[in-house]
């Protein structure tokens, strides 16, 4: 299968493949309406926002596209199947797009850039184009030698009609529309705010080549993921809050499970790095730059 489509019609949405993506929205605020409003889908809904969060910052973000701290292959299985129930495609597609969004980030190659093609393409038109439809099994190298996460990834859609049943069988309508449909629109739309408002709004501490912002609401609302702009001039780090009034939850919960031995070598940031001083001429720290690229290496 071809990686690009760049024919004319590359860019225009797949309507008849993306059909459930709209149909989604439609069906969850009329589902939220007519079962209302309760403890118990707030429950549901707060529940399964927070494990489909985790599952993208903690797996699809900071390990398979960055790989920022090491686990074994039982947990790095969880974190992708975790992963299928958030319908962003497959893990390895998710982390071959990012990584090039890290290389070419808001220069005409990047994959989503408000700069260079607007909002709405940043934010979910370049998702529902042709162009992007494939997974970039080279980019990837280093994760797809799994064969269980190549099978995940070629199978996302079934995990996620799996997880909406599996909703449906344990909460009924409430667990369905609030713990699977209302809980997936704004995971999914929380998500995409990264690659568009947060290139857009918000402030910039360190000065690199892209247009990366800090946006603490973000942050709240993607568990860390707004402080982009302290992202993308560390990218090695699995700690985006930088400093102890920039709430990270999911590098807070990282923490906790190197504590428990689940996870290991949580890559902080260094000093020098998040004061943006150079270190000494000579120093093995001095390879440390804005653009430090991602890491790609075999797993221990």
């Not at 260094?270 to 000579?282: E, I, L, Q």
Request: aromatic content about 14%.
């Amino acid at each position: 299968m071809d990686l690009d489509y760049t024919g004319p019609n590359a860019d225009r949405p797949r309507w008849r493949e993306n059909a459930p993506f709209f149909a989604l929205h439609a069906v969850a605020i009329g589902g939220a309406i007519m079962v209302g409003w309760s403890w118990a889908a707030f429950a549901w809904f707060a529940g399964s926002y927070a494990v489909r969060m985790f599952a993208i910052t903690g797996g699809l973000h900071r390990y398979f596209s960055h790989r920022t701290f090491k686990t074994g292959r039982v947990f790095q299985f969880v974190l992708a199947f975790l992963a299928m129930s958030t319908a962003q495609q497959g893990p390895l597609w998710w982390a071959a797009h990012h990584r090039r969004h890290h290389k070419e980030s808001d220069t005409p190659n990047d994959l989503h850039s408000p700069r260079q093609r607007g909002f709405y393409w940043s934010h979910v038109g370049w998702i529902l184009s042709s162009r992007h439809r494939a997974t970039d099994y080279a980019k990837i190298k280093d994760f797809a030698k799994y064969p269980e996460l190549v099978f995940l990834n070629r199978h996302d859609m079934a995990f996620v009609v799996g997880y909406g049943a599996l909703t449906m069988l344990v909460g009924g309508p409430i667990g369905f529309v609030w713990g699977f449909m209302m809980s997936i629109v704004v995971t999914w739309h929380a998500t995409f705010c990264i690659n568009s408002l947060a290139h857009v709004l918000g402030r910039r501490r360190y000065d690199t080549s892209d247009d990366s912002r800090n946006n603490g609401v973000l942050a709240l609302l993607t568990f860390g993921e707004g402080w982009h702009n302290n992202h993308h001039h560390y990218q090695r780090s699995a700690r985006q809050g930088f400093f102890w009034w920039e709430v990270d939850l999911t590098y807070y919960v990282l923490k906790g499970l190197e504590a428990l031995h689940v996870v290991r070598d949580v890559a902080g940031v260094p000093r020098h790095v998040r004061d943006a001083v150079m270190p000494a001429p000579g120093s093995d720290l001095l390879s440390s730059t804005n653009k430090v690229p991602v890491i790609t290496g075999r797993l221990p």
